[in-house]
């Protein structure tokens, strides 16, 4: 089966076609773009891209796996809302899966996998074997160093990582986000079983920047206001 994969949670526009079998997964196209401000602009010319590189059409496509965070909420939303799409309009399943996961999924020991969360953050969690051992997080590096060694961690990839490499204290590895591939391998199952499709919820952690804003306070005291009516009414007469 065909399946298009693609995440947005990381300064990586990431799209990729891949072929699941009943015991392999292997990427048949890629690209992976990075440009944390233009994810809007890139990940529909690279779906088309990996499409055409394999001579595929949409139709011919199974299922559709998305990398749902934890990442900022413009760019994230764009693929999660590009994958509904191709869900609704092809009338195939969607998959979501933790982007975390897919850059943990390679890790071997005890490892933190750290992705930019902007606001001097990571969004993180630490992984064993590959397999989650806390849930995702959001933190400032220096909140979570201590943690780190009480956890037994003795590796990290990810762009935060890397970025924040001095205040964690570990030396990270060459892995700064997710492989498309990754993101398959961890769906493969739900995609051989043809599980039923998924509500892509995003893991945001946190609120948006951009917040409707309070009503407007008054600057003067109603009484204030009373008064300055009644100036105001004698004035005109």
């Known amino acids: 089966m065909l399946v298009l994969v693609m995440d947005t949670a990381t300064p990586a526009v990431t799209?990729?076609?891949?072929?699941?079998?009943?015991?392999?997964?292997?990427?048949?196209?890629?690209?992976?773009?990075?440009?944390?401000?233009?994810?809007?602009?890139?990940?529909?010319?690279?779906?088309?891209?990996v499409l055409a590189e394999a001579g595929a059409k949409p139709r011919d496509l199974g299922a559709v796996v998305a990398g749902v965070g934890p990442g900022p909420f413009t760019g994230l939303r764009v693929g999660?809302?590009?994958?509904?799409?191709?869900?609704?309009?092809?009338?195939?399943?969607a998959y979501g899966v933790c982007t975390l996961d897919a850059?943990?999924?390679?890790?071997?020991?005890?490892?933190?996998?750290?992705?930019?969360?902007?606001?001097?953050?990571?969004?993180?969690?630490?992984?064993?074997?590959?397999?989650?051992?806390?849930g995702p997080a959001v933190d400032k590096p220096a909140d979570i160093a201590n943690r780190l060694t009480t956890y037994g961690v003795t590796a990290a990839v990810g762009e935060g990582a890397q970025r924040y490499a001095d205040v964690l204290g570990i030396t990270p590895g060459d892995a700064l986000y997710p492989d498309?591939?990754?993101?398959?391998?961890?769906?493969?199952?739900?995609?051989?079983v043809k599980a039923p499709t998924e509500p892509l919820t995003p893991l945001y952690l946190r609120r948006?920047?951009?917040?409707?804003p309070a009503a407007r306070k008054a600057a003067l005291s109603p009484a204030e206001q009373s008064e300055a009516g009644a100036k105001l009414s004698a004035g005109h007469r």
């Open 15 to 49: 799209a990729a076609l891949v072929e699941v079998g009943a015991d392999t997964v292997r990427q048949v196209s890629a690209r992976a773009t990075v440009d944390g401000r233009a994810h809007g602009e890139l990940l529909a010319p690279q779906l088309d891209a």
């Open 80 to 93: 999660l809302m590009t994958a509904a799409v191709f869900q609704a309009g092809l009338g195939i399943p």
């Open 103 to 134: 850059l943990g999924a390679r890790t071997t020991g005890k490892a933190l996998v750290a992705t930019d969360a902007r606001r001097r953050e990571v969004y993180w969690a630490v992984y064993a074997d590959g397999s989650p051992l806390t």
């Open 180 to 192: 498309p591939l990754a993101l398959a391998e961890l769906a493969a199952q739900r995609i051989r």
């Open 208 to 212: 948006p920047d951009a917040v409707e």
